[in-house]
């Protein structure tokens, strides 16, 4: 694939998922990513084998999806020594991509006017829980906390006959778009200085990206003072072609037919109940809408007669949108994503085959070239020798503690 990103360093200073996916994407459209980490603990993602997150032998994917491709350096910040080597780096990098909440960016001295003086033209990007100003901006949090909980997006989904248990997509759900969300806004900003010669300070919170995915709800509830946005639910949906059915054999199918009175008979035809088609009741789409659970009922059967299997077959070629509801496992073999590039095949360290989605993005037709993560400092001494450094001064380094 063509490497837009080549030719641009991005220094990261982060951990977890949230900012380190954004990293990621910029590596895998082509920068080089030097991931900064503690030469005895590393990001702390490293550790989720232990943890049972992950298989036990297998490979580490909550590591590799925010990792993929980068180069592991290995300093210790709280040392002079470190800090002196991050800087020589970082006056050699484009970017700087960091997740630190603000007193420990002070502490460590890796503020953006400490970053600036050794890299006036570097552009500074925080990720962070809740946004760099206010009274909580100390605060950390993760998807489930800032992104889903906070930004009203799991009050929304979250059906009321669970008795209010709270449902979430799955793990890093808002990291991952954050991460995206983060790697454009660098990409606008790295454009922004090559016409102006500006270099911006970019800053992102999972609340804003919670707040901008939650955009329509929020601005509804607030035109109609609602407390509590109506929600969703199948057997009571207004249009009964904007809705999710179930097969016979318990899975589920969407549909998205705004056009109803243009999809309505070819709906019937397929579900095998032509006669309904000149129903009084179901003529035109205000007729429809007014008698809309009796329709329902109608769908609901005639989609109970058949599996998932057989519906797929029966509605291969019709012209409204729809969807069966896939497991995540089944999305690996979707023949589109398949067809698409959209999941690679790496290997990790150890040789060990996995599978990563790819970023959300094609150049020129291409699927990306994905890499693998690095192993905990694996490239400290290959990037201290591009520094200047001679094998000499990193071993003593290394026997100080200051690298790995």
């Not at 503020?111 to 901006?137: A, C, F, L, M, T």
């Amino acid at each position: 694939m063509i490497g837009v990103m080549n030719g641009i360093r991005v220094v990261e200073v982060a951990a977890w998922t949230y900012v380190p996916v954004a990293g990621a994407i910029l590596s895998e459209w082509g920068a080089d990513v030097l991931k900064i980490e503690h030469p005895e603990t590393g990001d702390p993602q490293r550790g989720l084998v232990s943890s049972g997150l992950v298989p036990a032998g297998g490979v580490n994917h909550m590591f590799e999806l925010p990792n993929r491709g980068k180069r592991s350096v290995a300093l210790d910040l709280k040392t002079e020594e470190g800090r002196e080597l991050l800087m020589k780096i970082v006056a050699t990098a484009d970017v700087f991509l960091t997740n630190f909440r603000p007193g420990a960016r002070k502490k460590l001295g890796i503020d953006v006017e400490d970053v600036r003086k050794h890299n006036p033209n570097i552009i500074y990007v925080r990720g962070s829980s809740v946004g760099q100003r206010g009274e909580e901006s100390e605060r950390g949090g993760y998807d489930m906390t800032s992104f889903w909980g906070r930004s009203g997006a799991a009050d929304n989904v979250s059906p009321d006959e669970l008795g209010y248990r709270v449902t979430m997509p799955g793990p890093a759900f808002g990291d991952s778009l954050g991460g995206l969300t983060i790697a454009g806004a660098i990409s606008s900003a790295l454009f922004h200085r090559e016409r102006t010669g500006e270099a911006l300070t970019v800053d992102s919170s999972l609340l804003a990206l919670g707040a901008w995915a939650m955009g329509a709800t929020i601005a509804g509830s607030h035109a109609f003072d609602l407390e509590r946005y109506p929600k969703t639910n199948p057997k009571t949906a207004a249009n009964p072609l904007v809705n999710s059915y179930e097969t016979s054999d318990g899975r589920f199918i969407s549909f998205v037919m705004l056009e109803s009175d243009r999809f309505f008979p070819e709906l019937m035809n397929v579900l095998d109940c032509p006669e309904y088609i000149a129903d009084p009741r179901f003529t035109s789409h205000k007729d429809r809408s007014a008698n809309h659970l009796d329709l329902i009922e109608v769908i609901s059967t005639a989609f109970a007669k058949r599996t998932l299997a057989e519906w797929r077959v029966a509605l291969k070629d019709i012209q409204g949108a729809w969807s069966a509801i896939q497991t995540p496992l089944e999305v690996v073999s979707d023949p589109q994503v398949m067809a698409n590039g959209y999941i690679a095949d790496l290997e990790d360290a150890a040789g060990t085959p996995f599978k990563l989605v790819s970023a959300p993005v094609q150049f020129n037709e291409e699927p990306s070239e994905l890499r693998r993560a690095p192993e905990h400092g694996e490239h400290t001494d290959q990037v201290l020798e591009e520094i200047g450094l001679t094998m000499d001064e990193i071993i003593q380094l290394k026997v100080s503690g200051a690298v790995l």
